[in-house]
């Protein structure tokens, strides 16, 4: 059974600090990994995929690494706007295929 | 373009009552899915659908939840009985292909009195 697990589940940060989330994957044969970022009330929102160990994605602030266990959600010099719930996901030949299996999620808030 | 949509935003029922809830995706997307997120979770999987097919509903807890997409576009998931427990939001996702990133809707939240 895949399972993922996110660290830590809170994080404050004061606008400018850079900080890195956490995400720690087993499944049988990765197909991807994903990034979402999601605000209260709204649906998940795509951010990045990664296929292989060694790959990396920025956009803006954000940059996302991929190892063969984990991946990390590199934020650099936040901005309030940047506070969110940051969710991984992997995906894996596991029944089917196509499901992602997600973690529970890092709850990031950036404050002035 | 437009986004995934998903109707209604809120629902409301009474315990043992039957639920309908919508969902659109993106125009050209083959692959549609359904999630249920609780709170302070991540969404969990209930069923995914290539084209009109459902082609894994490994994820849907019991036989009260069915969903069907019988054009192919958009798709209906059906709760019988509604329990207190079916409480969550539901969010829809679709994709290009099956391998291709999901893309989201803003859910129905569900509540069950």
């Known amino acids: 059974e895949d399972q993922v697990t996110q660290s830590p589940e809170a994080l404050r940060l004061q606008e400018g600090e850079s900080s890195s989330l956490n995400c720690s994957y087993t499944?049988?044969?990765?197909?991807?990994l994903f990034w979402y970022r999601q605000d209260p009330g709204k649906g998940p929102e795509f951010l990045f995929t990664?296929?292989?160990a060694g790959e990396e994605k920025e956009k803006e602030r954000l940059k996302a690494t991929l190892t063969k266990k984990e991946s990390f959600l590199h934020i650099t010099a936040p901005k309030p706007e940047d506070s969110a719930t940051y969710l991984c996901?992997?995906?894996?030949?596991?029944?089917?295929?196509?499901?992602?299996?997600f973690g529970t999620g890092t709850q990031l808030k950036v404050e002035l | 373009g437009a986004g995934v949509s998903q109707t209604p935003s809120n629902k409301v029922t009474e315990k043992g009552k039957y639920v309908e809830l919508r969902c659109d995706p993106i125009?050209?997307?083959?692959?549609l899915y359904w999630y249920r997120q609780s709170l302070g979770q991540g969404p969990e999987f209930l069923i995914y659908?290539?084209?009109?097919?459902?082609?894994?509903d490994s994820g849907l807890p019991n036989d009260r939840f069915f969903a069907v997409r019988p054009e192919g576009s958009v798709s209906t998931l059906k709760i019988q009985r509604t329990e207190r427990g079916d409480s969550a939001v539901y969010l829809c996702?679709?994709?290009?292909?099956?391998?291709?990133?999901?893309?989201f809707g803003p859910g129905t939240r569900l509540t069950v009195l």
């Open positions: 499944v049988s044969g990765l197909r991807g």
């Open positions: 659908f290539q084209g009109t097919g459902a082609a894994d």
């Open positions: 125009s050209g997307h083959t692959a």
């Open positions: 996702a679709s994709s290009l292909g099956p391998s291709n990133e999901q893309f």
């Open positions: 990664l296929y292989s």
């Open positions: 996901a992997v995906q894996s030949p596991t029944g089917g295929g196509n499901k992602l299996t």
